[in-house]
């Protein structure tokens, strides 16, 4: 089947300006992932889904960052006002587990460049 | 707090030679640990972890993994490399005890084969 798709590939955007990073998971899985890779950086964890759970927050940089996932499937991530430290590329993974302390290793999509000018 | 340390930014490694990329992990409970590698132009791809029994895991590609609790590493081996191996590989630590699905990565290692 199809994997973890994401849209647009690419973002470019100026800054203070609001965009949307889409995300689709693995038909069934359960859990959802976004990530942010900055040139040169590692992996930075920003949110995690878990079926009808609350989702884990914990690493959204600032209240600028929001996610949502609809109907236990597609997710979007919303950067408002735009600053060019959030220029990146965002990686969203997704997991077909259900339980909590799974081993469930995670699919990731090809990621979407977000450029803020 | 769990933490994921790659000490190499960098490994360089000649084709046929073994290769070692360095992990160490810090939890507070009993770790679930991953290797996962970035391929140029590519997506992450999942190459093996570690739940629990025996310390050497072997995964994708020829590749395996040492988890070692008293130094608290896991550090990505493979025999024989290819030039082919070359790619980003990143370490990954998912705590147990608190559960969830958080997962904390390292900040990744280069690996350049040179034929």
């Known amino acids: 089947g199809a994997g973890v798709s994401q849209s647009p590939s690419n973002k470019v955007t100026e800054k203070g300006k609001d965009v949307e990073l889409r995300c689709d998971p693995i038909?069934?899985?359960?859990?959802l992932y976004w990530y942010r890779q900055s040139l040169g950086q590692g992996l930075e964890f920003l949110i995690y889904?878990?079926?009808?759970?609350?989702?884990?927050k914990s690493g959204l940089p600032s209240d600028r960052f929001s996610a949502e996932r609809t109907g236990g499937s597609v997710s979007t991530l919303t950067i408002q006002r735009t600053q060019q430290e959030d220029s990146a590329v965002y990686l969203c993974?997704?997991?077909?587990?259900?339980?909590?302390?799974?081993?469930?290793?995670?699919?990731f999509g090809p990621g979407t460049r977000l450029t803020v000018l | 707090a769990q933490s994921v340390a790659q000490p190499e930014d960098q490994v360089n490694v000649a084709e046929g030679n073994p290769l070692t990329v360095k992990c160490t992990y810090s939890?507070?409970?009993?770790?679930?640990l991953f290797w996962y590698v970035q391929y140029p132009n590519r997506g992450l791809q999942f190459l093996l972890k570690?739940?629990?029994?025996?310390?050497l895991v072997k995964g994708s590609y020829g590749f395996e993994a040492e988890f070692n609790k008293s130094q608290t590493s896991f550090h990505l081996k493979k025999p024989s490399a290819l030039v082919s191996d070359s790619a980003l590989y990143f370490c990954?630590?998912?705590?147990?005890?608190?559960?969830?699905?958080?997962?904390?990565f390292g900040a990744g290692t280069r690996l350049f084969v040179k034929a």
């Open positions: 889904f878990q079926g009808n759970s609350a989702p884990d």
């Open positions: 990954a630590v998912r705590d147990l005890r608190t559960g969830g699905f958080k997962t904390i």
């Open positions: 939890v507070s409970g009993n770790p679930y």
């Open positions: 993974a997704s997991s077909p587990s259900g339980s909590q302390g799974s081993t469930d290793t995670q699919y």
């Open positions: 570690y739940i629990t029994g025996d310390n």
């Open positions: 038909s069934g899985h359960t859990a």
